[in-house]
């Protein structure tokens, strides 16, 4: 294994749920994602619509990590916060330790109100990830995973259903 | 990094497809793109150039199927074969959980799979993780071409550990499939031995 899996327990994930749905409402926004830095969507609250928040959270990850390389190359660590400005529609986001708050916003809200909101919850955020990171390593290490009984032939059997 | 939501069921793991510029990387995912059912994936993202080279990446979700009450999703990214595309190759890695290898089986093209094969092991190395560890495929693509040469010199100069040797025309999708299961199950069997 390249590295120790995050387990996301159903309390966590409802505790992170609640988090996005107060700064959707604190923020005035239409939509709130929490995104891997790996690219891996977390969690979502607000107006989805059409939007393919599987290919936003990847997007996201991808536009961090860019910039993350041209901070480097100019001698900063990172850029903690990106904002892409729309006519209609806009997008903050924030770097959270190994998360990323992406946040979509609209003309009910601005991007000042957005950041600010996003950094109130920041705190929480980080440690709520912190204790889930924590977590996971004592799953890892407890042998209880999930996966640790799976068969070859339920690895196969996962093939042939899905007829790769 | 493989990402376990208990609350959605869902298990995440990140494939990416590395190797030399025009070997096929795009192709592959193409292929995966166009022949499976509309409910298993997600939209096949590409930031190109103007010219169809991969710019940063290519993206797709893929949804195989569900192992112990687990959906199992893939997310499957390439990377962009050009040299001096580097530092964004590099980034692609981060947090990955297998690796596929597609080697250009042209004479010409060798010398570009080693220094490619070297690079990746470079890059890996920049992000903590050690090729032979790492679940990992070679494929050995382009199969259909008049001047390839034959697998087992290719496989001398670039097998590293024994891993699965897939021959491949990924233009007309030969080998696609199994390359990406080759990967696939390494993953999860990885997921077994990680507790």
Redo the contacts between chains.
């Keep these: 294994?390249?590295?120790?899996?995050?387990?996301?327990?159903?309390q966590r994930?409802?505790q992170i749920k609640a988090l996005l749905a107060r700064l959707r409402l604190d923020a005035a926004a239409r939509l709130v994602v929490l995104v891997?830095?790996?690219?891996?969507q977390?969690a979502v609250h607000g107006e989805q619509g059409d939007v393919?928040t599987?290919?936003l959270a990847?997007?996201a990850a991808?536009n961090v990590?860019?910039t993350?390389?041209m901070a480097k190359l100019i001698g900063e660590r990172e850029f903690p916060t990106l904002s892409h400005e729309g006519e209609r529609e806009s997008i903050h986001i924030s770097l959270i330790g190994r998360v990323l708050l992406v946040v979509v916003f609209d003309e009910r809200s601005s991007l000042g109100l957005v950041k600010l909101r996003s950094k109130q919850i920041s705190h929480e955020l980080a440690s709520t990830f912190a204790e889930i990171e924590r977590e996971s390593r004592v799953?890892?290490?407890?042998?209880?995973?999930?996966?640790?009984?799976?068969t070859?032939d339920?690895?196969?059997s996962?093939?042939s259903?899905?007829q790769? | 990094m493989t990402f376990i939501n208990y609350a959605s069921k869902e298990i995440n793991c990140k494939i990416v497809y590395y190797g030399p510029g025009l070997c096929g990387k795009t192709t592959n995912l193409q292929h995966i793109y166009d022949s499976t059912a509309p409910q298993a994936k997600g939209k096949l993202i590409s930031l190109a150039t103007e010219t169809d080279r991969t710019l940063f990446f290519d993206f797709m979700p893929l949804e195989l199927g569900t192992v112990r009450g687990f959906k199992t999703r893939f997310h499957l990214y390439t990377v962009p074969g050009q040299v001096f595309y580097e530092a964004s190759r590099k980034l692609i890695l981060k947090g990955v959980d297998g690796v596929v290898f597609v080697a250009d089986s042209q004479e010409e093209r060798m010398d570009a799979n080693i220094e490619c094969l070297y690079n990746l092991e470079e890059n890996l190395r920049a992000h903590g993780y050690d090729l032979m560890k790492i679940p990992y495929v070679l494929q050995l693509n382009k199969r259909d071409l008049p001047n390839v040469i034959a697998a087992g010199q290719i496989v001398a100069e670039l097998q590293r550990k024994g891993e699965p040797v897939i021959e491949a025309v990924a233009s007309s999708g030969v080998g696609v499939f199994d390359t990406l299961k080759a990967v696939a199950k390494q993953v999860l069997t990885e997921l077994r031995g990680a507790g």
């Design positions: 294994m390249a590295e120790n899996p995050i387990l996301l327990r159903e994930f409802y891997d830095k790996d690219g891996q977390i393919d599987t290919s990847s997007l991808g990590a860019a993350g390389g799953l890892a290490a407890s042998n209880t995973m999930p996966f640790n009984e799976i070859d339920e690895i196969d996962l093939f259903e899905s790769l």
